[in-house]
């Protein structure tokens, strides 16, 4: 009866269910560390890349405004532009020859009525706001973009000097102008990493050159005034703009975090700024540390596959062993008599630890491992009852008789709880000294249970022989049916509790655990 799932049982017992869900545990675990690694990486990198990418931008830009002021006042310096008894024509052609080995957009002369001369005559600058502050103050200036040139929309910058005679005294301007182009081809080529924007910032906050994703004369703190984080405002980042003193801050806009570098750009009132999205950053480094990532699920997968193989053959030596001891157990219980079961060789078909050297039934320590393992894989419709058996006053017959004496009833014990193992698809194990424990299942329903108590109890009453007296040893067996709710050590408690129960009412008999009635 029930043999179909006791074999069932058995097999479940060996299952690398258990070590498989360990191994994707383990390598879920793997990729999280992974990826809060990079996390932390791309956080590191963009800030590094932006400091990068603004170092390189920054000296650039300056070097080309610091060149184009030496060129000028080094030409402002020459009698022929300066004396405004020189023709004007003559200045112009001059200008004319220097550009040709500078290279600006253009390189002009501007008389002292704010009127700018070519080959073709004067045009009037006097509407243009930056003129007419130079020729207030008398200093050098540089512009913001804006679109100049005949077609009146070429964008360039200008940077402007003054033309002094020798007592000092205003007679015009030099001006050159920086080709817009010139200055966003600064900004790419001080790129740290395609992922990278940098964007060139006027007087007023406005965007001048970008090398992606501005629009030309946009506001620049606008669209991210609200995401601004960590300790940053947009006032305190425009406050520090305005005041060209070097910022960096985040913001963040949902799962979006992009980190911003600025810095002055000396001579002049603009700002370059150079900006990093995290996403990007974070593909790059997930990128970088995906051959990490192959070759670590890989060693996992070969560290398990070398588990599951010595597994295998851990398991298949278990079973070689419990089918040993399946057989000797059908040659041992085919004779009634205890005293005719060959101890020896169940000790040496045990010799591995599985099995108690005196009484032939598993250890603690087996026992409490293969009953979680039952019941991990139990059916839920199946009745499994546990018992704790106790030899009564057992210190009695060993100090009357001798542990010799007692080592034969604990082997009688011992033999008559392995045949009702073995009947009621169970196990058996010593608990400890004259502490048995025995679980069956296989049984209909709650009397058939208590009519297989009432047999366990009546044949652990045991006749000994010791000498040529006899004796007879009685054991109390606590019982706890298992509700399929508790664990495997609640359930050894709750029979401990029934023992304790026997024990107090007198001994000799069971009692289930919070039941009422007694055996």
């Known amino acids: 009866m029930g043999s179909g799932r006791g074999a ?13 869900a360990c191994g994707v545990v383990l390598a879920v675990l793997f990729l999280l560390v992974v990826s ?10 963009m800030r590094h890349e932006g400091d990068l990418s603004l170092a390189a931008a920054q000296p650039r830009i300056e070097s080309r405004i610091a060149e184009t002021f030496n060129m000028l006042e080094s030409l402002a310096e020459q009698p022929t532009l300066y004396d405004p008894s020189v023709p004007i024509m003559d200045k112009v052609n001059m ?16 008389d002292r009525d704010i009127n700018v001369w070519d080959a073709t005559g004067p045009a009037s600058l006097a509407s243009r706001d930056y003129m007419q502050q130079v020729y207030s103050t008398g200093e050098r200036t540089v512009t913001d973009s804006f679109a100049a040139g005949a077609d009146g929309s070429t964008l360039n910058y200008t940077v402007v000097v003054p033309l002094r005679d020798e007592q000092g005294a205003m007679t015009g301007t030099l001006f050159a102008a920086v080709y817009f182009d010139e200055i966003v081809g600064m900004l790419n080529d001080g790129l740290a990493s395609p992922y990278v924007d940098s964007v060139l ?17 946009d506001f620049f703190l606008d669209p991210i005034r609200q995401n601004i984080a960590f300790d940053m405002s947009a006032d305190k980042v425009e406050a520090e703009l305005l005041s060209l003193n070097p910022v960096s801050f985040w913001t963040v806009d949902g799962l979006d975090v992009r980190y911003y570098a600025a810095a002055p750009i000396a001579n002049t009132k603009w700002d370059a700024v150079c900006v990093v999205g995290f996403w990007d950053s974070y593909a790059k480094i997930m990128w970088n540390l995906l051959p990490m990532i ?6 996992l997968a070969g560290g398990f596959l070398l588990m599951y193989r010595n597994f295998l053959y851990q398991m298949n030596s278990a079973r ?5 001891v399946e057989e000797l157990q059908k040659k041992v219980y085919s004779d009634e008599r205890p005293s005719g079961a060959d101890i020896e060789d169940i000790l040496e078909l045990t010799s591995s630890g599985l099995s108690d050297g005196l009484t032939g039934t598993v250890t603690r320590s087996v026992f409490s491992s293969r009953l979680e393992t039952v019941l991990e894989n139990a059916d839920d419709e199946e009745m499994y009852a546990l018992c704790f058996v106790d030899l009564d006053d057992f210190k009695i017959i060993n100090d009357t008789y001798g542990h010799a004496t007692g080592d034969i ?26 502490e048995f424990v025995l679980l069956m299942t296989d049984f209909d329903d709650e009397e058939e249970l208590r009519d297989v108590l009432g047999d366990l109890t009546a044949g652990l009453q045991v006749d000994v022989q010791s000498g040529d007296s006899v004796f007879s040893v009685g054991c109390s067996v606590g019982v706890s049916v298992w509700d399929h709710r508790v664990g495997a050590d609640e359930l050894m408690e709750q029979a401990d509790q029934a ?12 009692r289930v655990y919070q039941d009422g009635g007694e055996k």
């Open 294 to 299: 192959v070759v670590g699920l890989f060693i």
């Open 95 to 110: 200008l004319d020859q220097v550009n040709e080995h500078f290279g600006y957009y253009l390189i002009c002369y501007v």
């Open 201 to 217: 910032i006027g007087s007023e906050g406005q965007v001048m050159s970008a090398t992606s994703g501005y629009v030309y004369d």
């Open 36 to 45: 809060a690694t990079a996390v932390a990486m791309a956080v590191r990198d």
């Open 499 to 510: 023992l304790y129960d026997v024990k107090q009412s007198g001994k000799h008999g069971y």
């Open 320 to 324: 070689s062993l419990e089918k040993s």
């Open 8 to 20: 069932s049982r058995k097999k479940s017992r060996f299952s690398f269910r258990r070590m498989a």
């Open 409 to 434: 009833a604990l082997k009688s014990v011992g033999y008559l709880l392995r045949e009702y193992e073995r009947r009621y698809e169970g196990l058996v194990g010593r608990y400890g000294g004259d």
